[in-house]
């Protein structure tokens, strides 16, 4: 059974982490996450479920402005041929979230420690940063520092790598 938001939160502050979550109507498209920008100070993020030709699975997450090359990625990450977005049913399956909510907290779904969890090293220049706590009708800010102690309690230690701009395309070298 995956977690819940209570779970999560029992789980966050089981581990000393402060976090702020508001409620609001079901978001489920970053356009839509904007209109409450004025609400939630912070980094405003993306998430990107990915598998590379091995059945490799990565979880990028990045500020939503972020401009990711899809096409090259996976030389960034180290990853076996192009990328192609997970399904709904292997989201379901891994991260125990349903599209529209996916979020680095679903990393406590993750048991088996099958996803890479990437973090673009631009999301991370900000102090505070704001995910779906499992759910999209959630919103739930935690410091930078504390989610990368959440993502290691997990037993997933976070990447911090440039995947995103002008940083990212000089990381890849020649096509």
Do not use: W
């Amino acid at each position: 059974m995956p977690a819940t938001p209570d779970d999560l939160f029992t789980f966050l502050d089981g581990l000393g982490i402060a976090h702020r979550t508001v409620t609001h109507p079901p978001l489920f498209t970053v356009e839509q996450s904007r209109a409450l920008r004025g609400q939630i100070p912070g980094g405003h993020t993306k998430n990107l479920f990915l598998k590379d030709k091995k059945d490799r699975l990565f979880l990028v997450v990045a500020l939503e402005e972020a401009a990711i090359d899809l096409k090259s990625l996976h030389r960034v990450l180290g990853a076996s041929g192009r990328f192609s977005f997970c399904s709904a049913e292997l989201l379901r399956a891994v991260l125990g979230v349903e599209p529209g909510s996916v979020t680095p907290f679903s990393a406590i779904n993750d048991t088996e420690g099958r996803v890479t969890v990437v973090l673009d090293a631009a999301m991370m220049a900000h102090e505070t940063l704001n995910y779906h706590p499992l759910v999209n009708t959630m919103t739930t800010a935690i410091a930078r520092a504390d989610l990368a102690r959440f993502l290691e309690a997990t037993g997933h230690k976070p990447q911090v790598i440039a995947v995103s701009g002008a940083a990212a395309e000089g990381a890849r070298g020649p096509a």
